[in-house]
């Protein structure tokens, strides 16, 4: 028997209530591998790249970084490493890869996205196929 749009979406708004312990235990986690390897060889908001270097999962040019580094709890920042940083630690890559996968698995991973942005969006998407159905 499939189950009702009703369910699905009751399931959904109980979803966010789920997720939220798993964003914090994948944050702390990718902080923790971060702290282990220093991929970035980080201080305050310089990193291995150098500034005004460009490469992919790069934090040169985002809203959030600070003269200290991101200014919000961004699962997307603590767990991708740009090409300079994944050259410097491939043992911390794949660890932060693995988290990346469960983090997507739970749609987790907003582009530089904050934790309230990744909330919103998921509420805004639930709205969204309240609206639909």
Not at 52 to 70: I, S, V
Request: net charge positive.
């Amino acid at each position: 028997m499939k189950p009702t749009i009703e369910a699905v979406l009751t399931y959904n708004l109980s979803l966010k209530r789920t997720v939220e312990p798993i964003y914090d235990y994948l944050y702390t986690t990718g902080q923790e591998i971060l702290d282990k390897y220093n991929p970035c060889k980080a201080n305050g908001a310089d990193c291995v790249a150098g500034k005004g270097k460009r490469c992919d999962h790069c934090c040169g040019g985002c809203p959030y970084l600070g003269d200290e580094g991101c200014t919000v709890k961004s699962l997307w920042c603590k767990l991708m490493l740009c090409c300079w940083a994944r050259t410097q630690s491939p043992e911390g890559e794949e660890e932060l890869k693995t988290l990346r996968e469960q983090a997507a698995h739970w749609g987790l991973l907003g582009y530089r996205a904050s934790k309230e942005d990744t909330f919103r969006h998921i509420s805004k998407t639930i709205r969204r196929m309240r609206k639909e159905h």
